[in-house]
């Protein structure tokens, strides 16, 4: 019983210190709420796929549907957002549906908002072990953190964590890392300038047509039966 108490507790200092390395989560309790009012709107869509993450996910809203047609995605990406965020409500995103399978992109905002990455991989474990409590079998596609010229300066951080992230997906069968890094580096692997809007962070539809080509192929092998 002593055991027990001192793990349980153990447990719940490291997760506090985790949350503590993150940003509020409840600052995006309006747009929650505003996903759970669509779901109420549009109804049941259990067993499609979850799309969820950042800005990066989010903006691919205006044509994910159509990129990785037939299989039947819901778009719940929400900008700015880090994997504690996700993690932080991944009941009302995520779990509510019920969904075969989830696509995940996190980790750019995380390592700009100084977390390190020893917090962010035990978050996304911790995101794991959740939905696998939920669903055993549920298959996971973690996207690539990919770069951008305007954290360029952060990029050796970010190519560490998608070291780190693919060997994770070597060790479980259920998660699936896709690589939409390399096709977004020039061949001596400088950032490509072609591939994004303004502000130099996120992609225009050049960089769209990138993920659309990776990713599509590997979710439809492993959706369509």
């Not at 109804?43 to 499609?48: A, E, F, V, Y």
């Amino acid at each position: 019983m002593l055991i027990r108490l001192l793990t349980a507790c153990w447990l719940m200092t490291s997760l506090g210190a985790m949350a503590e390395a993150y940003p509020d989560p409840r600052r995006w309790e309006g747009t929650i709420a505003g996903f759970a009012l669509e779901d109420e709107v549009i109804g049941d869509r259990s067993g499609q796929i979850v799309a969820t993450g950042s800005s990066s996910m989010r903006l691919w809203n205006h044509r994910i549907h159509q990129d990785l047609a037939p299989l039947p995605i819901i778009a719940k990406g929400f900008g700015g957002s880090n994997m504690n965020d996700v993690l932080f409500y991944l009941d009302g995103i995520v779990l509510k549906h019920n969904p075969r399978a989830v696509l995940l992109y996190e980790g750019d905002n995380d390592i700009a908002q100084g977390v390190p990455n020893e917090t962010i991989l035990q978050t996304y474990k911790e995101t794991f072990a959740r939905l696998h409590a939920h669903d055993a079998a549920m298959r996971v596609y973690i996207l690539s953190v990919k770069p951008s010229l305007s954290r360029a300066h952060l990029w050796s951080q970010m190519q560490a964590l998608n070291e780190s992230l693919a060997a994770m997906a070597e060790t479980d069968d259920r998660l699936h890392y896709i690589d939409v890094t390399t096709p977004m580096l020039d061949r001596d692997g400088s950032i490509r300038t072609d591939l994004f809007v303004s502000d130099d962070l996120h992609m225009n539809q050049r960089g769209y047509d990138i993920w659309r080509d990776v990713v599509g192929p590997v979710l439809r092998a492993g959706e369509i039966r």
